[in-house]
């Protein structure tokens, strides 16, 4: 394409941030080129940055919650994944992970992240040291480099559109929690997946909706989304008297879904007790390894009747979360322009990752949402 992108490239775990340069290439049959608005900053980005996921090696370009405009598109590429035609210029959103589609795991078992021929999750590929380079979302431009990404277009504005990733993986949540007309639902932990896991639980046919986290910034924006009480675990530090106070929002002595999206084995644990008898908890945050924590079968799970189910990203039937995902943000109804609360450059990516694991806040302000401007 004649013209270069700079990237931001993790040297090494909670290391250095360096900015580069790569040419940015033409791109071949079934491929595409994107030119990049916002990529949201992950908790997964952050964890994998302290260097919690031991399958990525250093240097890294990370980023996989990627909205942009179509740059250049390769041949036999004119439509997006639900067949609506595609011209440079249009915004579009990417799903970050990529399978063959048609093999045993793919159609059969559903299982897409267990493809034989599976490529590497855009945000994800490590290490950046050979080509294709501009391969994550920290960047100025996306090399969809993958036959088959999934990628769908839309006139949502970039900071609503780039939720589309985290709304997919709280729909997987909501969906393996069971969540019905009528449930009543706690939502533990409110970043950017917790907050749309409140959209999803009320899309779904919750009754009754309880976000439990901090800062207050984020749990007074779950309350805008739709919650309809919340619990801060910076007020109320005890487990018991937390416990106590989920209980008395919901009117019951627990919740027929917890969905866990706190990232914390010790809240993990805290979570299976706000389950109700026979309920659910579908934990999400765990993404990557944490460390462990002492489990009771008896006394935290048989006897009380209760599931445990791990969710794991989008899931299986990815590609159809990460559409429903695209069409309730579309929508509207929920003021999904304020999850966004900051926006900063390329220079300040290792920055956005250190507060973002650490004490959520930048610049003075609580964090919702960190978002990558490539171009600010």
């Not at 309880?210 to 309350?223: F, Q, S, T």
């Not at 979360?321 to 390329?346: M, N, T």
């Amino acid at each position: 394409m004649s013209t270069t992108s700079r990237a931001a490239i993790v040297l090494d775990a909670a290391g250095e941030v360096e900015i580069r340069s790569y040419e940015v290439p033409e791109p071949g049959p079934g491929e595409f080129v994107l030119k990049l608005e916002l990529c949201g900053v992950c908790g997964t980005d952050a964890h994998v940055y302290q260097g919690r996921l031991p399958s990525i090696a250093f240097p890294a370009l990370l980023g996989h919650e990627i909205v942009g405009t179509v740059a250049a598109l390769g041949e036999g590429v004119t439509t997006d994944h639900r067949g609506r035609p595609v011209t440079v210029g249009d915004r579009v959103g990417v799903f970050p992970a990529a399978s063959c589609g048609h093999c045993y795991q793919c159609q059969v078992r559903h299982r897409p992240a267990n493809c034989p021929d599976r490529r590497p999750s855009y945000g994800f590929k490590s290490p950046v040291t050979n080509p294709p380079h501009l391969t994550g979302g920290f960047a100025e431009y996306l090399h969809a480099a993958n036959t088959g990404t999934v990628f769908y277009r839309t006139d949502l504005r970039p900071e609503v559109a780039v939720l589309q990733e985290p709304m997919s993986v709280a729909l997987h949540g909501i969906e393996r929690g069971g969540v019905r007309l009528g449930s009543t639902v706690v939502v533990q932990g409110v970043g950017a997946i917790g907050l749309m896991a409140v959209v999803a639980a009320r899309a779904a046919g919750a009754s009754r909706v309880v976000a439990v986290g901090a800062p207050r910034a984020r749990l007074e924006l779950a309350k805008a989304l739709g919650a309809d009480a919340v619990v801060d675990i910076a007020e109320v530090g005890d487990v018991d008297e937390r416990r106590r106070a989920v209980f008395d929002a919901l009117d019951a002595p627990g919740a027929d879904c917890v969905v866990g999206a706190s990232g914390s084995p010790h809240a993990f644990m805290e979570a299976i007790g706000l389950v109700a008898d026979g309920g659910v908890l579908a934990e999400l945050g765990n993404f990557t390894d944490r460390g462990t924590v002492p489990f009771n079968p008896f006394s935290d799970l048989l006897k009380r009747d209760i599931t445990i189910a791990g969710v794991y990203g989008a899931g299986p039937d990815m590609q159809r979360r990460y559409h429903d995902a695209l069409l309730i943000l579309e929508r509207g109804g929920w003021p999904y322009d304020r999850v966004v609360s900051h926006r900063v450059p390329l220079e300040r990516v290792g920055e956005a990752l250190t507060a973002l694991g650490g004490g959520f806040s930048l610049d003075g302000r609580d964090i919702v949402k960190l978002a990558i401007d490539p171009w600010a």
